[in-house]
């Protein structure tokens, strides 16, 4: 089955720092999506890619569809302490209805 | 608009029972898609459901199964309760516009199982 391998697992940082995460996978997607994660709450939509290449930014946030459609990576620039969470990037391939296929997260930690 | 709600938000159960979580998705969504969350296997999708119709199914035994009603409002239940099922349950919802398609999630169902 498909698997999305996310990278780093997790990062310490100072305030300030620019922050890249990305993730690969085995198989070819069609969506690529990025969400943060804060304790006991759901993912919150962060950027939604569409097109293979597509480089896509949110504030502070920078996101890219890999042209190969088996990457993309997420940059954060001038982290704030409120950038903490687990970050998640997940992919949907095909006519694959409503399933979304997960990373493993990447916990970020900044330092004030 | 609001965004989509889960209830209950936490639950205890004892092993061997079942149990029930509800899903409103956003006004206009017509999917529904469940996802478990645990530390060991991280997110996992459970199923899909559009206009009443499971289109989709993850790799999860008979004991989940869940269902959508004609105002888009999905259920999905959990029998026979084992320890393993304790997770935070997820219920997203999408919109399909011009063949892109999101899925927003909701804060979940925090279920612990004794």
């Known amino acids: 089955g498909q698997q999305l391998n996310q990278s780093p697992q997790s990062m310490f940082i100072q305030e300030g720092e620019d922050v890249s995460m990305n993730c690969t996978s085995s198989s070819i997607f069609n969506t690529w999506l990025w969400y943060k994660q804060d304790p006991g709450e759901g993912p919150v939509l962060l950027i939604a890619?569409?097109?293979?290449?597509e480089l896509t930014s949110n504030g502070r946030l920078t996101a890219q569809f890999g042209i190969t459609r088996k990457d993309s990576f997420l940059n954060i620039s001038a982290s704030i302490p409120s950038d903490v969470g687990i970050y998640f990037c997940a992919g949907r391939g095909g006519t694959s209805y409503g399933k979304l296929t997960f990373g493993q997260g990447t916990i970020l930690t900044v330092h004030p | 608009k609001a965004g989509v709600t889960q209830t209950p938000r936490y639950l205890i159960k004892t092993r061997g029972q079942q149990v029930t979580l509800s899903c409103s998705p956003i006004s206009g969504h017509r999917s529904v898609s469940w996802y478990q969350q645990t530390p060991g296997q991280g997110l996992q999708f459970l199923f899909e459901?559009?206009?009443?119709?499971?289109?989709n199914k993850g790799n999860f035994p008979g004991r989940f199964s869940g269902r959508q009603f004609s105002n888009s409002r999905s259920e999905m239940n959990v029998s026979t309760l084992e320890l393993g099922d304790s997770a935070l349950y997820l219920c997203a919802s999408s919109l399909v516009v011009a063949g892109q398609e999101t899925q927003y999630f909701g804060p979940g169902t925090r279920l612990l199982v004794l």
């Open positions: 890619l569409y097109k293979a290449g």
């Open positions: 459901y559009f206009s009443e119709t499971q289109r």
